[in-house]
C-alpha cells in the first residue's frame, strides 16, 4: 500500500523547535520529490517546502523561510521538517506529500499529517 | 504567487443531486489546475489533474472543466460519501497554491 505517515508534532512554546518526520512505504520515495503542506485549524491548505529526490535542491514559502529546513534520509525511506523559533501563527497541521518525479506535479500521496500547536 | 479563489465556501445539496463547486484563479493557469477531496481528520485525495483528467480511481461522476482562469468542478449525483471539503491548486507556477476550499454538505 502506498502511503506516508506523518509524526512529531505536539504543544511547543513560542521560540520553541520540533522536528517533524513522514516514513514512506509502497512506492519508490528516493526518486520522488516531497514536499510540507500545512493546514491552520479551519483555514485551506499552504505549502510550505519542498525538496529533490537527492536532496540538491529545497525550496521554502516566504512565511518560513530561514526558520524551517527540510531533509530526507532516503535510506530510511524518511522525510523530515525541523521547525525553529516556532510561533503562534505557525499552528497547524502539517502533511507530507509527493509530487512524483517533477516537483511541479500535483502531489498525488498525502498523509493524514501531525498536529503541530504552538502556544504559551 | 497566484491567488486562488472558491466559491461558494458553503454548499448545501440534498443526496442524488448536482453539485457545481467554482475556482478561480488570479491570473491564467492554463490548465495546471487540480481538485482535492478532503474529509474530517484524513488526507487530500486526489480527484482531477490537468483540470478535467480524473485520478486513478476517481468514479466518473466527477468531472472537471475549464482552463485559463476558471474552473469547475461538478459531482453529477451526490452519494453521502461525497460530503466533504474540495480544493482546488494551481501547479503551473512556483509555489504552488490552494484555494480556501469549499464544504460541500447535505441539505
Known amino acids: 500500500e502506498v502511503q506516508v505517515v506523518e509524526h512529531g508534532g505536539g504543544l511547543v512554546q513560542p521560540g520553541g523547535s520540533l522536528r517533524l518526520s513522514c516514513v514512506a512505504s509502497?512506492?519508490?520515495?528516493?526518486?520522488?520529490?516531497m514536499h510540507w503542506v500545512r493546514q491552520a485549524p479551519g483555514k485551506g491548505l499552504v505549502w510550505v517546502s519542498r525538496?529533490?529526490?537527492?536532496?540538491?535542491?529545497?525550496s521554502y514559502a516566504d512565511s518560513v523561510k530561514g526558520r524551517f529546513t527540510i531533509s530526507r534520509d532516503n535510506a530510511k525511506n524518511t522525510l523530515y521538517l525541523q521547525l525553529n523559533t516556532l510561533r503562534a501563527e505557525d499552528t497547524a497541521v502539517y502533511h507530507c506529500?509527493?509530487?512524483?518525479?517533477?516537483?511541479?506535479?500535483?502531489?498525488?500521496?498525502w498523509g493524514q499529517g501531525t498536529m503541530v500547536t504552538v502556544s504559551s | 504567487e497566484i491567488v486562488m479563489t472558491q466559491s461558494p465556501a458553503t454548499l448545501s445539496v440534498s443526496p442524488g443531486e448536482r453539485a457545481t463547486l467554482s475556482c478561480r484563479a488570479g491570473?491564467?493557469?492554463?490548465?495546471?489546475l487540480v481538485w482535492y477531496q478532503q474529509k474530517p481528520g484524513q488526507a487530500p485525495r486526489l480527484l482531477i489533474y490537468g483540470a478535467s483528467t480524473r485520478a486513478t480511481g476517481i468514479p466518473a461522476r466527477f468531472s472537471g472543466s475549464g482552463s485559463g482562469t476558471e474552473f469547475t468542478l461538478t459531482i453529477s449525483s451526490l452519494q453521502s460519501e461525497d460530503f466533504a471539503v474540495y480544493f482546488c491548486q494551481q501547479y503551473n507556477n512556483w509555489p504552488q497554491t490552494f484555494g480556501q476550499g469549499t464544504k460541500l454538505e447535505i441539505k
Open positions: 509502497g512506492f519508490t520515495f528516493n526518486n520522488y520529490w
Open positions: 506529500a509527493s509530487s512524483g518525479h517533477y516537483s511541479m506535479d500535483p502531489f498525488d500521496i
Open positions: 525538496i529533490n529526490s537527492d536532496s540538491t535542491s529545497s
Open positions: 491570473q491564467s493557469v492554463s490548465s495546471n
